[in-house]
C-alpha cells in the first residue's frame, strides 16, 4: 500500500509478527530519517513494533532538503493555526492507512514527534476517533489553547519532555502545556532535561522508551 506521505519503514526483525506501531514526526525542516534515528535503539526493545517515520507534506522554504507540517514564515498565528489544521487532517489521513495496512487499532499506536511534529502529535492525540495508546513529545508546545480545547474528541496520554535551556521552544511551554492538559482531564507525565537544548538528549529518550513499553506492556 502507498501511504499519502513518503515513509521511512523499519519493520521488526526475522518477520517478528507487529503488535505496535510508533510513528514519528520530525521537527521544522527535518524529514523522516533524521527522526529515524531514535528507532536505531528502541527497536531493540520493542520487537513487535514497526516504527513509521514520514515526510511532512511540504518542503520547508528555510531549508529546501527538509519539509515542514506547517509554515513557520510568517509570524501570524492565525495562518498557523490553519495550516497546521491541514497537516492534521493529512496526518489522521496517514494514521487510518497505517490501521488498516497493519490491521491494528488506536491502542496499538503510539505517537512521537519533535519540536513542530510534537506540537502536531499533541493535536492528534487529542482530535482523534479514539484515544491512542499514549503520545510523547519532545520540545513541543501546544499551537493554540482556545481552539484544541473546542476541537477536543479525546483523552490520550501523554508524556512531554523538554530541555531546560531550549533557545528554539522555551521550557515555559512545557509548563504552559502540562497546566492546559491537566485542565482537560488529560494524564500527562512531564520531565525537564537538565542542561539540555533544542534536541532529544540520550536521557530523554531512554524516559520515552521506558515510558513506550510502560504503555505497551513490555
Known amino acids: 500500500m502507498a501511504f499519502c506521505l513518503k515513509t521511512i519503514i523499519i519493520k521488526p526483525e526475522n518477520d517478528i509478527p507487529i503488535k505496535n506501531a510508533i510513528i514519528l514526526l520530525h521537527g521544522y525542516g527535518g524529514d523522516g530519517k533524521d527522526i529515524s534515528m531514535l528507532s536505531l535503539n528502541w527497536k531493540r526493545f520493542l520487537t513487535n513494533t514497526i516504527f513509521l517515520c514520514p515526510d511532512a507534506h511540504e518542503r520547508c522554504p528555510v531549508n529546501p532538503n527538509g519539509f515542514q507540517w ?16 491541514k497537516a492534521e487532517k493529512q496526518l489522521h489521513q496517514f494514521i487510518d492507512e497505517v ?18 511534529g510534537c506540537m502536531m502529535s499533541i493535536n492528534l492525540g487529542l482530535t482523534s476517533n479514539e484515544n491512542l495508546n499514549c503520545i510523547v513529545g519532545f520540545s513541543g508546545k501546544i499551537i493554540n489553547k482556545d481552539n484544541l480545547s473546542r476541537r477536543k474528541t479525546s483523552n490520550t496520554k501523554m508524556l512531554l519532555l523538554h530541555g531546560d535551556i531550549d533557545e528554539v521552544v522555551p521550557s515555559v511551554n512545557l509548563l504552559e502545556a502540562k497546566d492546559f492538559l491537566i ?8 520531565n525537564m532535561i537538565k542542561n539540555c537544548g533544542h534536541h532529544i538528549s540520550v536521557e530523554a529518550s531512554s524516559l520515552a522508551l521506558e515510558y513506550i513499553k510502560q504503555n505497551f506492556k513490555i
Open 183 to 190: 485542565r482537560n482531564d488529560i494524564e500527562v507525565e512531564i
Open 99 to 116: 490501521k488498516k495496512e497493519y490491521n491494528l487499532k488506536n491502542s496499538q499506536i503510539c505517537l512521537c514527534g519533535f519540536s513542530q
Open 70 to 85: 506547517f509554515d513557520l514564515t510568517k509570524e501570524d498565528s492565525q495562518y498557523i493555526l490553519e495550516q497546521s489544521i
